[in-house]
C-alpha cells in the first residue's frame, strides 16, 4: 500500500516540477529534469547518504515514466491544473506527508537513531523542491518562511512517537502524513510563516 502513495506522491511532484519548468519556458526535456527532480531528488539524496545505492530511481523504471507522466499531463493540460490548484496544493500537503512518512521509515529500517530519521524523513520530503528551486535561480522554498520543512519535521517526529507507543505502521503513516499535510495547509490558508508563529 505504500509503494502506491508513494508512486502518487511522485506523480504530484512531478506535475508540480514540471509545471514550474513550463513557467520558465523549458522546452520538453527540460521540463522533465524539473519534474524528476521534484519528484525523486529528496529520495535519491536520501539513498546516498544511507548508502543504498544505486538509487531507486536507477534500479525501479516506474519512477522515470510516472515523472514522464507528470510532464505529458503539465506540458498538454496545464489549464486544468490552474483550474484544480486548490486540489494539488491539497494533493502536495499530502505528498510532503507521505514522503516524510518513507523516509523516516526507511531510515529507522536501517538503524539510524530518531533525530537522523527525522533528518532524513525531511530531505525526503523537502529536497526535490530544493533543487528545483535552485535550478530555476530561486531561493529554494524551505530556506523561506514557509511553514514547510517545519511540517514535515513535525510529522517525522509525530510518526516515530506514534510508533513509539505501539500503534500499527498503517495508521501510524495515515496519521502524520494527515497531520503534516493540515499543517501545511493551514499556514497556507491563513499565511502563517516563521515570524508570524
Given at each position: 500500500?505504500?509503494?502506491?502513495?508513494?508512486?502518487?506522491?511522485?506523480?504530484?511532484?512531478?506535475?508540480?516540477?514540471?509545471?514550474?519548468?513550463?513557467?520558465k519556458s523549458m522546452d520538453f526535456w527540460g521540463i522533465y529534469i524539473m519534474a524528476l527532480?521534484?519528484?525523486?531528488?529528496?529520495?535519491?539524496?536520501?539513498?546516498?547518504?544511507?548508502?543504498?545505492?544505486?538509487?531507486?530511481?536507477?534500479?525501479?523504471?516506474?519512477?522515470?515514466?510516472?515523472?514522464?507522466?507528470?510532464?505529458?499531463?503539465?506540458?498538454?493540460?496545464?489549464?486544468?491544473?490552474?483550474?484544480?490548484?486548490?486540489?494539488?496544493?491539497?494533493?502536495?500537503?499530502?505528498?510532503?506527508?507521505?514522503?516524510?512518512?518513507?523516509?523516516?521509515?526507511?531510515?529507522?529500517?536501517?538503524?539510524?537513531?530518531?533525530?537522523?530519521a527525522a533528518g532524513l524523513g525531511v530531505i525526503t520530503a523537502t529536497f526535490g523542491g530544493?533543487?528545483?528551486?535552485?535550478?530555476?535561480?530561486?531561493?529554494p522554498l524551505i530556506f523561506r518562511k514557509e511553514i514547510y520543512a517545519t511540517a514535515a519535521?513535525?510529522?517525522?517526529?509525530?510518526?516515530?512517537?506514534?510508533?513509539?507507543?505501539?500503534?500499527?505502521?498503517?495508521?501510524?503513516?495515515?496519521?502524520?502524513?494527515?497531520?503534516?499535510?493540515?499543517?501545511?495547509?493551514?499556514?497556507?490558508?491563513?499565511?502563517?510563516?516563521?515570524?508570524?508563529?
Amino acid at each position: 500500500m505504500l509503494f502506491y502513495w508513494d508512486i502518487a506522491g511522485v506523480f504530484i511532484f512531478a506535475i508540480s516540477g514540471a509545471l514550474a519548468g513550463r513557467q520558465k519556458s523549458m522546452d520538453f526535456w527540460g521540463i522533465y529534469i524539473m519534474a524528476l527532480v521534484t519528484s525523486c531528488g529528496g529520495g535519491t539524496l536520501r539513498s546516498i547518504l544511507i548508502g543504498d545505492v544505486p538509487p531507486f530511481l536507477f534500479t525501479q523504471p516506474v519512477y522515470l515514466i510516472v515523472a514522464a507522466v507528470g510532464t505529458l499531463f503539465a506540458r498538454f493540460f496545464p489549464s486544468l491544473w490552474d483550474m484544480f490548484s486548490r486540489e494539488v496544493s491539497v494533493l502536495d500537503a499530502l505528498g510532503l506527508g507521505i514522503f516524510v512518512c518513507i523516509g523516516t521509515d526507511i531510515a529507522l529500517d536501517h538503524g539510524l537513531s530518531w533525530w537522523a530519521a527525522a533528518g532524513l524523513g525531511v530531505i525526503t520530503a523537502t529536497f526535490g523542491g530544493v533543487i528545483r528551486d535552485v535550478l530555476r535561480n530561486e531561493v529554494p522554498l524551505i530556506f523561506r518562511k514557509e511553514i514547510y520543512a517545519t511540517a514535515a519535521l513535525g510529522g517525522s517526529l509525530l510518526l516515530m512517537g506514534l510508533q513509539s507507543v505501539g500503534l500499527g505502521q498503517q495508521w501510524c503513516i495515515a496519521i502524520a502524513t494527515v497531520a503534516t499535510a493540515v499543517v501545511r495547509l493551514l499556514a497556507i490558508r491563513y499565511a502563517i510563516n516563521q515570524s508570524s508563529s
